[in-house]
């Protein structure tokens, strides 16, 4: 009934302009890999893995990853270390078992640790039925530690964990995150399996403990502050320098909860670029429409929405129009209130308003923290929730370079000779590990020396590219008006100075998930309307 009446009032205020989309979990329509690699003559790397390893997931379990498997995929493809959290039954073991063979079918080291024998025993049985498929070979033991997978227990890992230290192991997976969590000895058993020394370990401890210091001292002593600052930056340089000179492997935890003690989270991250992955708060049913800002009479859309309804500010707008909307709102008889404070929310719980308006942030109080499926019903945004960095500084990050230099293939710019020549510039910097990348930008930044001739020779090739992106950028955006970087925008601003506007999708998938929350085991149906100032963000 509540889609119906949007409909059927679509005319009334031109809804006739929204341009539709529906997002489900389970019924996304993807693009076929092929035609995504088709659509560039510079492609991404990770989208031939990707592809192949598409693939090799069919060839073992006779049906391709579905959306968020692909997702993950993507990411362990880039060589990222994290931890998949999610409800059961939602396909992670079953990835994590085919990745392990796509590694071990290259003939690399994979250790699969679980926390019990009757576990290894059953992972064994399926690892061994898909492995035939591929063959790869599936071992319940150390001896000896040769090319296939390793399914082990927690207890076997710590008592053999000397004779890791030497073997060269490319990836350990955990299908029990609660427990490396829990166990300092379990997550040192497996570091050390990965190829990190005690010393490594000590330093991240020292890094959490000084960042630590650093948020104390932040806002009480300036002086302190900058001298602790710069012992982190110069430890993290010690540590990266360090890292970089060896092969380290890539970690993959599966857990259900990701409940653990955040100390041992961090010093994951300091070694390994660690995240969680979490799609808990990101499974959701809504039906999606944008339309250009300013085509679309808000105060008519916000009275067909009706009651229950979110609307969103982007932070460029400001508070200022945050007011003005809500006096707006009231002008037309709806009930509205800002949402600076929780006790907002009680009044839509109690019926004292029907629409509550906020600025789009993560943690907003719009954002987050909101369940209320009966009345909550639908969202509107109010520009595109996103950053704005300058040029200079989103540059300052490789990676970041390289996604633009790929996006740069579309523009004019991809004939000339520069663009051609750094190609194979290109293809070698998007294959390397994030933390080389991070060793690249600490040496450019100057705050590290190169370690080696290897990394001597990225750092220079690295550079290049950075100021013919930059160059490039900087010309179109200000030829243009825009320019589209990939995962951002560039345009200048009325000063000349160019910025990056890079769309905050986490906020906005929080906050128009607000309007799509399980009840009675089913997720409800949410509409979100995005009112945007450039369709390319």
């Not at 059927?8 to 205020?13: E, M, P, Q, V, Y």
């Not at 991240?204 to 982190?232: C, D, G, M, P, W």
């Not at 935890?253 to 041992?264: D, L, M, Q, V, Y």
């Not at 190169?450 to 013919?468: D, G, T």
Request: aromatic share 8%.
């Amino acid at each position: 009934m509540f889609y119906k009446d949007l409909v059927l009032c679509s005319k009334s205020i031109g809804l006739d302009m929204l341009t539709y989309r529906h997002i489900c979990l389970d019924k996304l329509v993807e693009c076929d890999d092929v035609t995504l690699l088709e659509s560039s003559r510079v492609y991404d790397v990770v989208d031939g893995l990707l592809h192949e390893f598409s693939n090799f997931f069919e060839r073992t379990t006779g049906y391709p990853p579905w959306a968020m498997q692909r997702s993950w995929a993507r990411r362990m493809l880039a060589g990222e270390s994290f931890a998949l959290i999610a409800p059961t039954g939602v396909g992670k073991s079953t990835l994590l078992q085919v990745y392990g063979l796509f590694r071990a079918s290259s003939g690399e080291v994979v250790l699969y640790v679980v926390p019990t024998r009757s576990l290894v025993e059953q992972v064994v049985e399926r690892m061994t039925q898909l492995g035939s498929k591929v063959g790869v070979e599936v071992r319940s033991d150390l001896s000896p530690l040769t090319a296939g997978i390793h399914v082990v227990t927690h207890m076997l890992l710590f008592r053999k964990r000397k004779a890791l230290e030497s073997a060269s192991i490319s990836t350990v997976i955990v299908d029990d995150f609660d427990a490396i969590l829990k166990n300092s000895s379990l997550l040192d058993s497996i570091l050390s399996a990965l190829g990190f020394t005690a010393e490594d370990v000590n330093t991240a401890r020292n890094l959490i403990k000084l960042k630590q210091s650093a948020y104390a001292l932040k806002h009480a002593n300036a002086t302190r502050y900058k001298e602790v600052v710069k012992s982190i930056e110069e430890l993290e340089a010690s540590l990266l320098n360090s890292i970089s000179s060896r092969r380290v492997g890539q970690l993959l935890i599966a857990s259900a909860t990701g409940r653990g003690r955040k100390e041992r989270v961090k010093i994951l991250r300091e070694l390994l670029g660690f995240e969680i992955g979490s799609i808990v708060d990101y499974l959701r049913n809504v039906r999606e429409f944008s339309a250009q800002i300013g085509t679309i009479d808000i105060a008519k859309l916000v009275k067909i929405m009706g009651r229950g309804t979110l609307v969103f500010v982007s932070r460029d707008l400001g508070r200022n129009y945050v007011k003005k909307l809500v006096e707006e709102l009231e002008k037309d008889g709806i009930r509205a209130s800002i949402a600076h404070t929780p006790k907002a929310v009680e009044k839509l719980r109690k019926g004292d308003v029907d629409v509550l308006i906020g600025v789009a942030t993560y943690y907003g109080v719009l954002t987050r923290g909101i369940d209320e499926p009966t009345i909550i019903k639908s969202s509107i945004f109010v520009g595109t929730p996103k950053f704005a960095v300058p040029l200079d500084v989103y540059f300052s990050r490789t990676s970041n370079v390289i996604v633009s230099f790929r996006a740069l293939a579309s523009s004019p710019d991809s004939f000339s000779h520069d663009y051609v020549r750094l190609t194979k510039t290109y293809e070698t910097l998007s294959r390397l590990r994030p933390s080389v990348l991070k060793v690249i930008d600490l040496c450019l930044m100057g705050l590290l020396q190169p370690s080696s001739p290897h990394i001597e020779e990225l750092v220079a090739r690295a550079s290049e590219m950075r100021e013919y992106v930059l160059k490039t950028v900087k010309h179109s955006a200000s030829s243009v008006g825009w320019l589209n970087l990939g995962n951002a925008l560039a345009r200048p601003l009325e000063n000349g100075e160019i910025v990056v506007e890079i769309p905050d999708i986490y906020t906005y998938i929080q906050a128009s998930g607000r309007t799509s929350r399980l009840l009675n085991g089913r997720m409800t149906l949410g509409i979100s309307v995005l009112l945007y100032e450039n369709r390319h963000i």
